[in-house]
């Protein structure tokens, strides 16, 4: 089944823009404890595969890829360890089971958001790269900041984890933006001698990125750091689980797993299109879904989402599916010049909390 393109939602085409590109989020449906890694990657190869013949220049994978999503089971020694790759001289485009995606999309000169586990010595760590086909580069890494869950399992025996604070480091490279080389045609470069933040070259070099991983997503501020670097471009996978009432809390609304799903849904759909309204940019977000070893429902709803947070592409299954768009980041100058003109309006006098206080203070009692 093909993914569903919304007419409602633009992808933003200007007559004469040059920020034109198509992209692509490749879906997965469900990866099992037992599904062999190599049978996953061939998965995804396909997927980027039917990507190039669609002419996309940028394919999105989900959150740890390659891997059931195993921060749900109670893990050890190289029961844990064979879920990670070891990254070689610290080039993820070396680590074995992964190698054979950046060797196709080299072959493609297509870019690539991949989503794995990364084992660095003693460090592990929720991450994801972005290389650039273009130039056969690894551009930028991100290592997940939001990590859900807890650390200790949960003492029901039956109830589904979310050990991502046992297994993982919170991420240390914080937010930082990058630009993608070539992904777009003509744009202004340091040889031509143009300087960035000028009136008169604002959003016209190489498109500006940013990385997130999963329960990042749900956070505006790290949306609003990347928007503050400018992003037209923010890259999102994940593994979210629609039925963890340990988790994720229970109550009326949401006292079955349709239900739950459904609110589940909601909430993703919320998060993508207003932190991407709000940041004038456009995001591309992809699920790992459907129901892993027959028992663990996972999200699907993978889309893209364009800068005034209209849905562009939604995918229509919780199987391996593409969902692909052309999008025009020409169409983020918008935002980010009227209502969301950040040096204009933004009053960081206000804002201090946000930097220097985690949880709530409530006011004093009256
Ligand atoms: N992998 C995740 O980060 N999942 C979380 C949990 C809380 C469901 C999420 O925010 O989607």
């Given amino acids: 089944m093909g993914s569903i393109q919304h007419e409602g939602g633009s992808a933003g085409h200007t007559a004469d823009s040059k920020r034109k590109v198509i992209v692509a989020g490749a879906q997965l449906g469900p990866i099992n404890v037992d599904t062999p890694r190599s049978e996953a990657i061939q998965r995804m190869l396909q997927l980027m595969e039917d990507a190039h013949k669609q002419n996309a220049k940028l394919i999105v994978y989900p959150e740890i890829a390659p891997v059931t999503f195993f921060p749900r089971h109670i893990l050890e020694g190289d029961e844990l360890e064979k879920y990670f790759e070891l990254e070689v001289d610290g080039d993820p485009t070396k680590s074995p089971n992964i190698k054979p995606l950046f060797d196709k999309a080299r072959e493609y000169k297509m870019d690539m958001y991949l989503g794995y586990a990364e084992a660095t010595g003693d460090e592990h760590y929720n991450t994801s790269v972005y290389y650039s086909g273009q130039v056969d580069r690894v551009i930028a890494k991100y290592r997940k900041v939001h990590l859900p869950g807890t650390f200790e399992p949960y003492e029901r025996k039956d109830a589904t984890n979310q050990l991502e604070k046992r297994y993982f480091k919170p991420g240390n490279l914080g937010f930082e933006a990058f630009r993608a080389p070539q992904l777009v045609p003509e744009a202004l470069t340091k040889d031509s001698g ?173």
Avoid at 231 to 246: F, K, R
Avoid at 256 to 273: D, G, P, Q, V, Y
């Fill in 194 to 366: 143009a300087k960035p933040n000028e009136v008169d070259t604002l959003g016209q070099g190489d498109p500006i990125v940013g990385m997130i991983i999963c329960n990042d997503r749900r956070w505006p501020e790290a949306w609003r750091v990347y928007g503050l670097q400018g992003a037209e471009l923010v890259l999102c996978g994940y593994n979210t689980t629609s039925w963890a009432p340990e988790l994720l809390g229970t109550n009326e609304k949401i006292s079955t797993k349709e239900k739950a799903k459904k609110e589940a849904l909601f909430h993703n759909k919320l998060c993508l299109t207003y932190n991407s309204y709000a940041n004038a940019c456009f995001s591309i977000n992809v699920a790992k879904c459907g129901s892993e070893d027959g028992k663990y429902p996972l999200i699907g709803g993978s889309c893209i989402i364009d800068c005034d947070g209209d849905v562009v592409a939604e995918a229509s299954t919780e199987d391996d599916e593409l969902v692909v768009a052309e999008i025009d980041l020409g169409m983020c100058r918008r935002g980010k010049e009227k209502v969301f003109a950040f040096e204009k309006h933004r009053r960081i006098e206000h804002y201090g909390r946000i930097a220097q206080q985690t949880g709530v203070q409530e006011p004093e009692f009256l």
